[in-house]
């Protein structure tokens, strides 16, 4: 909680795809948007470091750090495509779609955190 007493909760950082504009591979390879995935341990490490800095002695206190990596990522691939649902509108940001699926989720994730399960 910051010193107004507001609830912060910070969303990690999506995994990235590349450099590929994701609807635009997944129609050129609509046999296969599997060719558009990448795998986990590169889709990981094109993010930047906000867990890093959330994890510093320097950030401030009570900050509830919500991952959603599982919900994009299985433990080998981060995918382009899932379910029905593309899951990027262009290299680097969720399509509107897809993020809103992920509501129910990132409710889980925030229950998980004392300061948001109680609802106050």
């Not at 959330?54 to 509830?64: C, F, Q, R, W, Y």
Request: overall charge neutral; charged content about 25%; some cysteine.
């Amino acid at each position: 909680m910051d010193r107004k007493g507001k609830k912060v909760a910070v969303i990690q950082e999506v995994p990235r795809l590349g450099n590929k504009n994701v609807p635009t591979c997944v129609a050129t390879n609509p046999e296969d948007p599997q060719a558009c995935s990448v795998t986990r341990d590169k889709g990981l490490s094109i993010r930047h470091n906000l867990k890093k800095a959330l994890d510093s002695k320097t950030a401030p206190e009570g900050i509830v750090h919500a991952d959603l990596t599982n919900s994009i990522c299985s433990d080998e691939r981060c995918f382009a495509v899932l379910g029905s649902l593309i899951t990027y509108y262009d290299q680097s940001h969720l399509s509107h779609d897809f993020a809103r699926s992920l509501a129910p989720e990132l409710g889980k994730e925030l229950a998980k955190e004392p300061l948001f399960a109680s609802g106050s």
